[in-house]
T-cell receptor, first 110, second 115 residues
Framework: RKEVEQDPGPFNVPEGATVAFNCTYS??????FFWYRQDCRKEPKLLMS???SGNEDGRFTAQLNRASQYISLLIRDSKLSDSATYLC???????????FGDGTTLTVKP | NAGVTQTPKFQVLKTGQSMTLQCAQD?????MSWYRQDPGMGLRLIHY???????DQGEVPNGYNVSRSTTEDFPLRLLSAAPSQTSVYFC??????????????FGNGTRLTVT
């Protein structure tokens, strides 16, 4: 079993739709969690950190449920520019390692 | 502020050749790491370093060596290239690996093809 598992996707949604991505992690030693965005043939870039209390940045909301070992990302009012691959990542502070899911590809269509 | 700089951007090797992928960061980050990304397989950790003089193996270390003689540089060496090492390689750094909310900063990547 992979340490971080994501919805395989792909997600194809119309502009304006709300879309949710889910991610589960198996290593209970993981302490920090992040969502990264990766455009085609580019490097991943931090989208947002994920906290148990929830984290909102404009149209994006990230949530962490430690009891269920589950991370989510909600995108409201999707834009064409949101089309990308979204990667969730867990970070084990003690081991100093980050582990990534395989990514979920989102295509927003006019 | 350059961030994380990787060279070269593209490289073609023949089977059995060796080469070094360069990675440098100017953010005084303690943590540096190398990932490879293959289609449909996400990012897999090759080697990482929590500070100068300290390195450790990740998920897929075989066929690769690293060293960390300075805080800034973390080169990745392919000892004897194989077609299975055809991939996109990303170097990444973060401020403090022992702290929460210390996200990774990635370089632009090196696209390696081994024939």
């Amino acid at each position: 079993r992979k340490e971080v598992e994501q919805d395989p996707g792909p997600f194809n949604v119309p502009e304006g739709a709300t879309v949710a991505f889910n991610c589960t992690y198996s290593n209970s030693a993981s302490q920090s969690f992040f969502w990264y965005r990766q455009d085609c043939r580019k490097e991943p870039k931090l989208l947002m950190s994920v906290y148990s209390s929830g984290n909102e940045d404009g149209r994006f909301t990230a949530q962490l449920n430690r009891a269920s070992q589950y991370i989510s990302l909600l995108i409201r009012d999707s834009k064409l520019s949101d089309s990308a691959t979204y990667l969730c990542a867990s970070h084990n502070t003690n081991a100093g390692k980050s582990t990534f899911g395989d990514g979920t590809t989102l295509t927003v269509k006019p | 502020n350059a961030g994380v700089t990787q060279t070269p951007k593209f490289q073609v090797l023949k089977t059995g050749q060796s080469m070094t992928l360069q990675c440098a960061q100017d953010m005084n980050h303690e943590y540096m790491s190398w990932y490879r990304q293959d289609p449909g397989m996400g990012l897999r950790l090759i080697h990482y370093s929590v500070g100068a003089g300290i390195t450790d193996q990740g998920e897929v270390p075989n066929g690769y060596n690293v060293s960390r003689s300075t805080t800034e540089d973390f080169p990745l060496r392919l000892l004897s290239a194989a077609p299975s090492q055809t991939s996109v390689y990303f170097c990444a750094s973060s401020q403090r690996p022992d702290r929460d909310n210390s996200p990774l900063h990635f370089g632009n990547g090196t696209r390696l093809t081994v024939t």
